[in-house]
């Protein structure tokens, strides 16, 4: 795949997980509460409901709404990304392969904790509880300096790709999700500064530098987005020598 296909690529994948999560993601949220109201209905006239059927309901449905975003990942970003690394853009290889890396850590997470409720909640297990506290912690740590890998290889990637095309786009794009990056460490510094003994920090503050940053990363993303689809139309004038 050449440099341009692979901006092509991944301006589809961004594209279209723009469009399933805002789609998806909205109609999950409905079923979700309309499973819930309908919980709740049935509480309040004395009627009597299935609370494993509504529970297994409402897990089917993230299910498919994992499987869907995976599913783009792999068409798409994933290959695109790989693409890159092949051509030289090191920083690449963190973005295709560390989401996938999240995933196998994440599901360990959640097989520790599945195969652990048992001795810890029927048997009161307090060393079986200790070990899955402890494996729960380290596997929550790997997967949290994973993640912060792949956010300083998207920087790292989007200043590469602005040095060999020079596409303003592709810095635009690198200084929002700086900016964006910048104030959820504010957020969680707060957080942590802030918080007391036996409560949390001020809601107001925190609240504004989430939002913030989630305004700044969203439009990171679509300026992220848009300056793939220019990259796909733009007339390289070598393969990258140097690139990040």
């Known amino acids: ?5 692979a901006m092509g690529v991944l301006f589809k994948g961004y594209l279209y ?3 399933y999560v805002l789609g998806a993601g909205l109609a999950m949220l409905a ?3 309309a499973a819930l109201a309908a919980a709740v209905w049935a509480s309040a006239w004395g009627k009597g409901f299935n609370v494993w059927g509504y529970l297994a309901a409402i897990v089917a449905v993230v299910v498919l709404y994992v499987v869907g975003v995976l599913v783009i990942f792999f068409r798409y970003h994933f290959r695109g990304f790989r693409a890159l690394h092949r051509l030289g853009f090191k920083a690449a290889w963190l973005l295709a392969w560390g989401p996938v890396l999240s995933l196998v850590l994440m599901a360990a997470l959640f097989g520790v904790a599945v195969f652990s409720a048992p001795a810890v909640l029927l048997r009161g297990d307090i060393l079986g509880a200790l070990a899955a506290g402890v494996a729960v912690l380290t596997l929550l740590a790997a997967a949290f300096a994973v993640g912060f890998a792949v956010l300083v290889a998207r920087l790292a990637l989007l200043r590469g790709l602005y040095r060999y095309t020079g596409l303003s786009l592709f810095n635009i794009a690198f200084v929002l999700a ?6 959820y460490a504010a957020y969680y510094l707060y957080i ?5 003994p036996y409560g949390f920090a001020a809601p107001g503050p925190a609240v504004g530098l989430a939002a913030l940053g989630g305004i700044v990363s969203i439009a990171a993303y679509i300026v992220e987005m848009i300056a793939y689809k220019e990259g796909s139309e733009w007339t390289p004038k070598a393969q990258p020598t140097a690139p990040a």
């Open 17 to 19: 997980m723009l469009i």
């Open 192 to 196: 942590l500064t802030y918080s007391r």
């Open 1 to 5: 795949m050449e440099f341009r296909e």
């Open 31 to 33: 079923i979700i509460y």
């Open 178 to 183: 700086l900016v964006g990056l910048v104030f």
